[in-house]
């Protein structure tokens, strides 16, 4: 019987999250991707507390009239601002088992513009 696209993120978010993992110097990068928005935040795992985080939902995230990628673009540079105010500079990219096309990639690019090295 075939997976379910939901049981199918899963067990690739769950082998993704054996490799990386995050620390208070590199942390880890997740991402997580709705139908309507998109949402980042730096994790420290051995802590087990978010440093920053960052949505679509937060006021000025959104452009009038654009698309969601050119969102999750912005989301990406308000994150990798927020870092550097936090004195991050280097993470571990976390797709979160979806795939890194699209708005996912959208993110990294946007983040990788403003700074943040992964």
């Known amino acids: 019987m075939a997976l ?4 199918r993120r899963q067990r690739i978010k769950h082998r993704i999250r054996k490799i990386v993992s995050g620390n ?5 990068l997740s991402v997580f991707r709705s139908n ?8 420290d795992d051995v802590a087990g507390t978010t440093i920053v985080a960052t949505s679509s939902r937060e006021k000025g995230m959104t452009p009038k009239k654009g698309t969601k990628i050119e969102t999750a673009t912005l989301v990406g ?3 990798a601002e927020k870092a550097k105010k936090a004195g991050i500079e280097t993470v ?5 088992g979806f795939l890194y096309h699209g ?15 992964f």
């Open 4 to 7: 379910s696209k939901l049981q």
């Open 24 to 28: 208070a110097t590199k942390p880890r």
């Open 36 to 43: 309507k928005e998109i949402s980042a935040q730096l994790i």
């Open 77 to 79: 540079k308000a994150l």
């Open 92 to 96: 571990a990219f976390d797709r979160n």
């Open 103 to 117: 708005r996912v990639k959208a993110l990294a690019d946007g983040a990788r513009e403003a700074g943040l090295k």
